[in-house]
Every structure is written in structure tokens, then in C-alpha cells.
């Protein structure tokens, strides 16, 4: 049996009967203790957690956005400069291509007709290839209408046709004065290849051999067995560019740049970007004179360039 007793605190006492052992309390629960357990409330583990102050979002400051935009200043003036200059030598290299494809064109036209080029006609230096009518002959110059056509792919009916391009340098524009406020320029404002039709002026010395110990002009046809010089150094044709040079014309033509260097083709088929020496038409580098013969006399046994 237990000998228990409550005090007036309600702390009931007691000890087991026939113990050594103290008496010992025991706390009384209060009537309602059920209800009470439903309100007992577990601390959750966010309210264990510390809390962090809170802080303002930080933006850049005005330094820093200084310092960023020099930065990118900085990129972009050598990264500009490298892509426009990649960009040129791209164009170059197209401008190249097209030649050599005028050259393969040339060969094939030379093997068809004994070696023997077009016969002279006014402006055939434009007009041996490329679209057909432009604007500089809007109703067409007559036969034979850019003989060079079939050689590329474009029949003489549709000269149009985008095989044309071959004639269209990647760089074209117009053909202006130094001065531009003398006026349009020799294409009045178009483009070379839509006043012309063509980009790559042929070497009009070779469309006929005269004979200057004759009067007046002698329009012989000329050939390939009629060349007096290595055809390595003899130009077929180039960018337009080169006839202003080589006759110091106050004309810009130049597509690539400012200062007379322009692709050349020569008779032997290859391609080189080639410095134009203004006012001269044979140099160690190129030659445009196929036939010293033909120079006024003065003139003769100068076309080494020497």
C-alpha cells in the first residue's frame, strides 16, 4: 500500500510502505491537463535558424560603369579593325576568283578562234562580257554582243543571267572624279558594273595591232602569236582601276583601296594583286604594251621597264 498525502500545494507525498527510501513528490496534473496538451505549440526548425539582416541591392557604381564602357571601347576599336580588314582581303580573294574564271574564259575563246581576239569594236574593253544591255548602251551596242558570255555560262540572249556576276568585282562602285564636287563621275552615279555592265576593263591593245609607220590608225585584228613580250607580264585585263592609273586620270576606280593596287590578269592565265605605277604602262612588274612595235618611235625598246 502506498502512504500518500497532498499538501496544500497539491504536491502529493508519499513513500512505499515498509521503504528506507525519502519520501518523494510527484507534481499533480490539473484536471484540464488533456486539454492543454493540444495547445502546446513545437518550436519549428526556421525559428531555430539565425536571421540575417537585411541588405539593399548594390548596383554598379559610376566607376565601375565608366571602367566597363573604356573596356569595351578599348575591344571594339581592335576588333573592328581586324573584321573590316578580313573583310577586304575576302573581297580581294572573290575579286581573284572571278578573274581567273575570265582568264579560263579567255583561253577558251582564244583556242576556239585560232588565237585571234574579238574584233575591234568601240568599247569592247567593257563590253566583251557581263550583262547585257547596261546602262552605258541601253539599247545595245549591235554584234558582237559580249563574246565572252558563252565562255561562263550566259548565252547572248540572256546576258542577264546571274553567270554574269562573274564580271561583277565584290567591291564594285562608282567611278568618281578625286574631286567629287566636279560632278557624278564617269558612271554618273551608278555603279561600274550597272553603267557598264562589266567591272574588269580588258587591255584594249589587244583588240587590234596598228602599224605606226602607216597615216592614221590600222585596226589589224590582234592575236595571241602577234604578242611580242612574256604573257606572264602582259595584263589582260584588271580591275578598272588600272586604266586611269596607267594613263594618270584623275578617275577613282579603286575598288580594293586608295592607292593603285588592284588584281590583274595576265595573258598566261594567272592572278596577282599588282602596285600600279601612275602614269606607266610597263614596269618590271606588268606590261600593257603587247607589241613594242607598236609604241611611237620614241618609245621603242622602253617596254622592259628598264
Not at 13 to 41: E, F, Y
Not at 53 to 70: A, D, H, K, N
Not at 216 to 233: C, E, K, N
Amino acid at each position: 500500500m502506498w502512504n500518500t498525502r497532498a499538501d496544500r500545494s497539491g504536491v502529493v507525498t508519499g513513500a512505499l510502505p515498509g521503504s528506507c527510501l525519502q519520501p518523494h513528490t510527484v507534481p499533480a496534473l490539473s484536471h484540464g491537463w488533456h486539454h492543454d496538451a493540444h495547445r502546446i505549440n513545437m518550436p519549428s526548425n526556421s525559428a531555430t535558424r539565425p536571421t540575417r539582416p537585411s541588405r539593399p541591392p548594390q548596383g554598379f557604381t559610376l566607376i565601375e560603369m565608366l571602367v566597363v564602357i573604356v573596356i569595351i571601347g578599348v575591344l571594339m576599336g581592335i576588333i573592328f579593325p581586324v573584321i573590316n580588314s578580313a573583310r577586304q582581303i575576302s573581297r580581294v580573294a572573290r575579286c581573284a576568283t572571278n578573274l581567273r574564271a575570265i582568264g579560263q574564259a579567255w583561253q577558251m575563246y582564244l583556242d576556239d578562234y585560232r588565237g585571234y581576239f574579238p574584233p575591234y569594236v568601240l568599247q569592247m574593253w567593257w563590253q566583251y562580257g557581263g550583262v547585257e544591255p547596261a546602262e552605258f548602251n541601253a539599247i545595245g551596242p549591235g554584234p558582237p554582243i559580249r563574246p565572252l558570255n558563252p565562255y561562263v555560262g550566259a548565252s547572248l540572249e540572256d546576258a542577264s543571267a546571274n553567270v554574269t556576276e562573274v564580271f561583277r568585282c565584290p567591291s564594285d562602285r562608282p567611278i568618281h572624279h578625286w574631286d567629287e564636287s566636279l560632278g557624278e563621275g564617269v558612271t554618273r552615279g551608278r555603279t561600274a558594273f550597272q553603267y557598264f555592265g562589266n567591272t574588269y576593263m580588258l587591255n584594249p591593245l589587244l583588240l587590234y595591232k596598228d602599224d605606226p609607220d602607216q597615216p592614221g590608225p590600222q585596226f589589224y585584228r590582234m592575236a595571241v602569236h602577234f604578242v611580242q613580250i612574256d604573257h606572264s607580264s602582259l595584263v589582260l585585263a584588271g580591275d578598272c582601276q588600272w586604266y586611269y592609273s596607267v594613263n594618270d586620270r584623275r578617275w577613282d576606280a579603286n575598288f580594293h583601296n586608295g592607292d593603285d593596287r588592284m588584281n590583274l590578269l595576265f595573258l598566261d592565265g594567272h592572278v596577282r594583286f599588282t602596285q600600279i605605277t601612275r602614269g606607266e604602262a610597263w614596269t618590271d612588274d606588268y606590261n600593257f604594251i603587247p607589241r613594242p612595235g607598236d609604241l611611237p618611235r620614241e618609245d621603242r625598246g622602253q617596254s622592259t621597264g628598264n
